[in-house]
Structure formats: structure tokens, C-alpha cells
């Protein structure tokens, strides 16, 4: 996913570090659950929502998320 104009973020290494820091992490199941975070420049999360398998975020809500905290 080249040339967004924001960071994105993966739990890869060290595993479930993220995750943790952001309450995401599923200890039974051994991974992280599916989320969408939001955060603003100064780390204030702005947005969450989380999803259960197989559901998709809806890209219309995400957008919506983000012009409101733009104004």
C-alpha cells in the first residue's frame, strides 16, 4: 500500500506488542483483534473500532472519522 500520505502500522515484530499497548491482543487466540485506530499527531487516539473475522471495515465511516477530526 505505496504512496499513502499517512503511516500505517503492523504488529509483526515483536509479536503482539502493539496490540497490547492498545488492549487488542487476543491471548487465546495468539493474535491481535482486527481493528481500525485512528490517532492524531500529539498520539491522541481519535477513532476506534474493532471487528469480529470476516467483517470489513466500512470505508465510509473510516472517511467520515477523518474529516471530522480535520474539520
Not at 23 to 49: F, K, M, Q
Not at 52 to 59: A, E, I, M, V
Request: proline share 10%.
Amino acid at each position: 500500500m505505496g504512496g499513502l500520505p499517512y503511516p500505517e502500522l503492523s504488529d509483526w515484530h515483536p509479536k503482539g506488542q502493539t496490540t497490547t499497548a492498545y488492549d487488542l491482543w487476543n491471548e487465546e487466540r495468539g493474535a491481535g483483534t482486527r481493528a481500525v485506530i485512528i490517532v492524531d499527531p500529539d498520539g491522541v487516539i481519535r477513532y476506534r473500532e474493532t471487528y469480529q473475522p470476516g467483517t470489513l471495515p466500512d470505508p465510509e465511516t473510516i472517511l467520515q472519522a477523518v474529516t471530522d477530526i480535520n474539520g
